[in-house]
């Protein structure tokens, strides 16, 4: 029997099993993690292995020092799964990995490892596109949560307004036209001076900022609930500068306050429009910026004056993490969902 036929055989085998634990890895950008998860919904074990300190000293990430890291870092954190929830592979049922979207050479070594894991124990590979991850964050933090609901993607590399219809089935209703929502964050927050990533030192030092202090665009772009960034990010660089060449000192705070509120204002506006034209009375936030402070509050107040249901997955299952992979996992391979050996690493993978 050749290796893809005793996979599928033992997939199908898993498709009717009442427990089925996943060891899930992913590694697409800048954190290798790795977690085992029950029926899509239970952490048993999760270690998030994060190289921001080795980014920050270059303001960014740079990709070819995020694969080598990975490579490094990718046996620790298996084991370290494996220790965490006091099991053996014997345990597992499968495993996942990310396969995209992002960076090729860090995708690559999950993938890799992963195919080589497979290979070795025998375990069926679920292939996991990242962005379902970080909506699927959302199953871990809130059990009782079932499609459909609507879902605002906002992450560093992405930001999306999706309509999840079904597990692992999508309506994309809105995406940015530029800039991603992260990305905003961290270009404004370098022109503050703040080191990489942003977003959530920006809106540290926002806290204590007059949110009046600059008016910014508000921009509409064509799609009825598309996001520009680009606009808004480009009016507060100039200002800054503006304030900068005449040697005027910069009120940071007042201007991280201005900008958060710009950004959060086109979130809350664009979502609470694909909410109430879907009918629906369910809306999940997602992705990195998600775990935004301003964004959460001001999303809690719209559902409590709307009436609404908000999920929000915790504070750290909203960045990257692998546990949020394996409950996307799970209802990809309750649908049947393999890889095979020549998985191959998509750096543009889109959700729909
Ligand atoms: O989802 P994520 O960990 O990685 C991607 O898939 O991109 O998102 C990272 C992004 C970064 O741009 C980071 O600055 C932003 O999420 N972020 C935040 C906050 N925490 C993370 N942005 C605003 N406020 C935060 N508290
Ligand atoms: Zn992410």
Redesign the pocket.
């Known amino acids: 029997m050749t290796t893809q036929m005793e996979m599928q055989q033992k997939l199908e085998a898993l498709r009717e099993k009442e427990t089925v634990r996943i060891l899930a890895m992913e590694s697409?950008?800048d954190?290798t993690a790795c977690a085992i998860i029950e029926n899509g919904r239970k952490i048993v074990s999760s270690v998030i292995f994060s190289q921001v300190d080795t980014h920050a000293l270059y303001g960014g990430v740079v990709p070819e020092i995020a694969s080598r890291a990975h490579v490094d870092a990718c046996d620790r954190v298996i084991d370290q799964a494996l220790k965490e929830a006091g099991m053996t592979f014997g345990d597992v049922d499968a495993l996942a990995c990310t396969y995209g979207p992002?960076l090729v050479g860090a995708l690559l070594t999950g993938v890799n490892c992963m195919k080589g894991l497979s290979y070795t124990t025998r375990l069926p590979l679920v292939p996991v596109n990242?962005i379902e991850g970080?909506v699927s964050a959302n199953f871990l933090t809130t059990q009782d949560l079932e499609p459909p609901f609507i879902c605002l993607v906002v992450?560093?590399?992405?930001s999306h307004l999706v309509r999840v219809n079904d597990y692992g089935d999508y309506t994309l209703l809105g995406q940015t036209v530029d800039d991603?929502?992260?990305?905003a964050?961290?270009k404004a927050?370098r022109v503050l001076g703040l080191n990489y990533?942003?977003?959530?030192l920006?809106?540290k030092l926002a806290e204590g900022g007059n949110d009046t202090y600059l008016t910014l665009p508000h921009p509409h772009p064509d799609g009825r609930y598309d996001f520009s960034f680009s606009g808004l990010k480009t009016a507060f660089l100039n200002a800054c500068h503006k304030m900068d060449q005449k040697g005027e000192e910069l009120p940071k705070a007042d201007l991280a306050a201005s900008f958060e509120k710009a950004v959060v204002d086109t979130l809350c506006e664009r979502a609470m429009l694909a909410l109430k034209d879907s009918g629906l009375n369910t809306l999940c936030l997602a992705?990195?910026?998600s775990?935004?402070?301003r964004?959460r509050t001001q999303m809690e107040q719209l559902a409590k004056k709307r009436h609404f249901r908000l999920c929000m997955p915790e504070l750290w299952l909203?960045?990257?993490n692998a546990a949020m992979i394996g409950s996307a996992a799970y209802y990809r391979l309750r649908k049947g969902e393999l890889a095979g050996l020549d998985l191959n690493a998509v750096p543009a993978l889109s959700l729909v």
């Open positions: 697409s950008c954190e992002g990242h970080h992450s560093g590399g992405h991603a929502a992260g990305e964050f961290d927050a990533p942003g977003g959530p920006l809106s992705g990195g910026v775990a935004n402070k964004l909203c960045t990257d």
